[in-house]
DNA sequence: TTTAAAAAAGATACAGATGTCCTTAATGGG
DNA sequence: CCCATTAAGGACATCTGTATCTTTTTTAAA
């Protein structure tokens, strides 16, 4: 009923990077971490996977850091839950049952199945642009971390 | 998304004795160990745990073990994922904004918390007792482990 | 070409969940 | 009371997610 620490990181250093493209196209982790509140090394490794994705885009060197590219935008949040979480999580019986299933499913089975697959809809419908494009922008003043 | 280990076999250790208990009065951690593939030691600890909670009692010494008390069916799963969990993952923000809450939501809160109770409600009106009623009695013929 | 800046990569550390082993306490039967 | 049996409790090992630090690679500017 959580997600990793790891994609809270990964989502508002996305998040992060394209509320300030208008301002520089490109950010570097070390700010990033600090804006957020985030362990800077963690935060670099995590990007770097959201950067093999194809989520955003970076460059090495001076003036280097991480940008928005054309998939950025229209990236569900899913394929960010996929680098920091896996899916597996979605298919594992909360008895632990070795064979429950469909055609043989635990007396929980069919409940939390339908459950998930609405939270496979929260984060396969919404895109990375959607969540810059809500109301509820206010939240952005503070990305801060817990 | 996703239960811990524990709940897994905290849950299938309380099914597996009401399930003996009309063949016998209570059964050892050794037998539910073998019977669910779990680690005997760790399981001990967690059945330790049920038993403080109230849900199932225990005797030790020869002919002890693990029985069904009066609370025992009618306890609500809320109740052993409280042990195992804990209920911060329903409260945790999925970006893990500090001041993340109802009157202040991020843009995923309503949706996310919308789907936490649907979870919450599952764990807190599904008892022991009726997971025993359900028609799929046919996973109780394996409840090993994964 | 040299230099500095920044991401990438590698090694190590830490913490919590999980798992194992050994000792202690309780209990029923002799 | 004595003994065997079983849960409870404590100490320690392992594994995975999280975190830190150092080194390497790439790149832009001079």
Not at 78 to 96: A, H
Request: charge should be positive; hydrophobic fraction near 35%.
């Amino acid at each position: 009923m959580v997600c990793s620490k790891s994609f809270g990181y990964a989502l508002r250093g996305v998040l992060y990077v394209a509320l300030m493209s208008d301002q520089k196209p490109r950010v570097q982790v070390e700010e990033i971490a600090e804006k957020l509140s985030v362990p800077k090394h963690y935060l670099g490794k995590i990007m770097k996977q959201v950067v093999k994705e194809g989520i955003l885009s970076s460059t090495k060197g001076p003036y280097g850091g991480f940008s928005l590219n054309e998939k950025t935008l229209s990236s569900p949040l899913l394929s960010i839950l996929r680098i920091t979480d896996g899916f597996e999580q979605f298919n594992t019986c909360v008895l632990r049952l070795r064979k429950c299933n469909s055609s043989r499913p635990c007396p929980l089975h069919d409940q939390i199945e339908a459950n998930r697959k609405a939270w496979m809809q929260i984060f396969s419908k919404t895109s990375i642009g959607d969540l810059l494009n809500k109301d509820e922008v206010s939240f952005l003043e503070g990305l801060a971390t817990i």
